[in-house]
């Protein structure tokens, strides 16, 4: 089974940075689409950005020109570069990958989440 693991979580102010790292562990055979998520306080899971294998990927409204998304297919890693962090950044980040088995089958794993909050 494949654990993931985030960090780079932190506190920073606002119209800072801060660079999320997740790396794969475990068995694995393919790892497809991965994707960043992260939930506020009170309010539901909302996806960040997402990337292929091949490095195709895309951004929630909330964060386009802030955000950047990137994987390292050798090391198993996926980093989300934020800058500009605003207040409502924050929250909870988790990374999230599809897994693919050896079989053939695939399924989807998730990290515990770091938390990212941003001060005014």
């Known amino acids: 089974q494949v654990q993931l693991v985030e960090s780079g979580g932190g506190l920073v102010q606002a119209g800072g940075s801060l660079r999320l790292s997740c790396a794969a562990s475990g068995r694995m055979f393919s790892i497809n689409v991965m994707r960043w998520y992260r939930q506020a306080q009170g309010k539901q899971r909302e996806l960040v950005a997402s990337?292929?294998?091949?490095?195709?990927?895309m951004y929630a409204d909330f964060v386009k020109g802030r955000c950047t998304i990137s994987r390292d297919n050798v090391k198993n890693t996926v980093s989300l570069q934020m800058n500009s962090l605003k207040p409502e950044d924050t929250g909870v980040y988790y990374c999230n990958a599809d897994i693919g088995a050896a079989t053939g089958r695939w399924y989807d794993t998730w990290g515990q989440g770091t938390q990212v909050t941003v001060s005014s």
């Open positions: 990337i292929t294998r091949n490095g195709q990927s």
